[in-house]
């Protein structure tokens, strides 16, 4: 082939080369809030909130200033509205809006269908917004539904039906629009004024019973976390009762590591770093081994040893085993320990004490702690409100509200944890 035939090919190639288009690497934006809404709920039930200095009317005006100045250093936009049976846009300033609460007493609407205001709060919250709502959360029809249904206990009577399957409707909806999860949060407030049983009948209280009040903070998963990591660090927040999280739990914690220098017992080595190999135990020598494992992710009630001992489940193949303690990892005694595994501990929550009773062949150990939601809402619910002496600290309904809530989210086949451990002979 002469020289030239070889040149001739040779810009042929770089020619092709040169014309194919460039592809751009387009990288992947975080997702970042773009403006968070407040809703104010004002139904008649709230406005003793806002009578005399009570926590609320302390509490919720300085959470809009740190609100609208700390979250994301102050640069997302923060609008402001009422909600009851509609929701009105607030014209002016968050100052402006501080002032019209604290003076104007914008709490005059006569009912609170909780059901509905929800599914106002989804409809009205984008996939990068923040949506901030507080309220009393106690279901109340108008006066006019109670007459023309004939039943003064209609509040009372929807509320494991109607209220319940709406939550749960409106909080599925919100799911699917860009995966939407949901926090609530609960104070509790002195009160002056009407109070509203089931029935609609007016209560005169005087501020001597103490009436409980509920924020809930809903947006995108990944949002709605870096939200409430600014919000809880905000110390015009501090919940009194309740704080819940709603689908923002990712995915199960599957991995920890065996400590070969803490409470080991018996014939064992460590397969890599979360198995053990050459293991013997029978019912004359047992052995035990450590694992240490971050739980830092779970919910604060998850977390807990006593709830841990409880709720956590075994699974074994070919092996039987027990959890013979579980413990915090701020209790460790790590002095013994060579550096790495103390670094292990440092970096973790909790140890969990493994004791191998038999192997019978090479097996697993495995452990599980299914998601359930914390119930101690329930103790803050009650179903008949007419008597004063019962409504310190308690919500008509709550239970069912939340109830509606939690089965949104619930995932029985999902899992806290779901470590599982290969033990080889």
């Known amino acids: 082939m ?11 190639v770089l020619s092709g080369c040169s014309s194919k288009p460039h592809v751009a690497q ?15 709920e004002t139904s008649g039930s709230m406005a003793g909130y806002l009578q005399g200095s009570t926590d609320f009317r302390n509490r919720i005006p300085n959470l809009l200033v740190n609100i609208g100045g700390k979250i994301d250093s102050g640069k997302v936009p923060l609008y402001n509205y009422y909600i009851a049976d509609s929701i009105v846009k607030f014209p002016g300033t968050t100052q402006d809006f501080i002032n019209a609460i604290s003076i104007k007493q914008p709490a005059k609407e006569k009912s ?6 929800f599914k106002m709060i989804a409809a009205k919250t984008d996939s990068n917004d923040i949506s901030i709502f507080v309220s009393d959360c106690i279901l109340s029809y108008p006066d006019d539904v109670l007459r023309k249904k004939g039943n003064e206990n209609l509040n009372r009577d929807n509320a494991e039906g109607e209220l319940k399957s709406t939550m749960t409707t409106a909080f599925i909806d919100l799911q699917h629009k ?6 609530i949060f609960g104070f509790n407030s002195a009160f002056t004024g009407n109070y509203y049983t089931y029935q609609n009948n007016k209560i005169k209280l005087d501020g001597s019973v103490s009436r409980p009040y509920y924020i809930w903070v809903i947006g995108n998963r990944d949002l709605l976390i870096r939200f409430n990591q600014q919000l809880n660090g905000l110390e015009s927040f501090q919940p009194h009762t309740m704080e819940m999280d709603f689908g923002l739990f990712g995915d199960p914690i599957q991995h920890g590591d065996v400590l070969f220098g803490y409470d080991k017992e018996g014939e064992w080595s460590v397969d890599g770093t979360s198995g053990l190999k050459d293991a013997t135990a029978n019912a004359k020598k047992t052995a035990a081994f450590a694992m240490v494992v971050d739980l830092s992710s779970l919910p604060e ?11 956590l489940q075994k699974n074994q193949s070919n092996l039987d085993f027990n959890i013979e303690k579980i413990e915090l990892t701020k209790n460790i005694n790590i002095v013994k320990l060579k550096n790495k595994e103390q670094d292990k501990v440092n970096k973790g929550t909790h140890v969990f004490v493994f004791r191998l009773n038999n192997i019978f062949q090479s097996g697993t150990a495995a452990i599980n702690l299914p998601l359930e939601y914390d119930t101690t809402y329930k103790t803050l619910s009650i179903m008949d409100d007419r008597n004063v002496a019962d409504i310190g600290g308690k919500t008509f309904a709550l239970k069912h509200l939340i109830d509606g809530v939690r089965a949104a989210y619930q995932n029985n086949n999902q899992n806290f944890i779901n470590i599982s451990i290969p033990i080889k002979k």
Do not use: G, P, W
Not at 112 to 117: L, P, Q, R, V
Not at 178 to 183: K, L, R, V
């Open 2 to 12: 002469s020289k030239q035939v070889i040149y001739f090919l040779l810009l042929v």
């Open 26 to 40: 387009t990288a992947v934006k975080e997702k970042k809030i773009t403006k968070i809404n407040f809703f104010m």
């Open 112 to 117: 609170s269908e909780m059901h509905k205001i």
């Open 178 to 183: 860009n995966n939407m999860c949901a926090s």
């Open 301 to 311: 009630y998850a977390k807990d040893t006593n709830y841990l001992r409880k709720h």
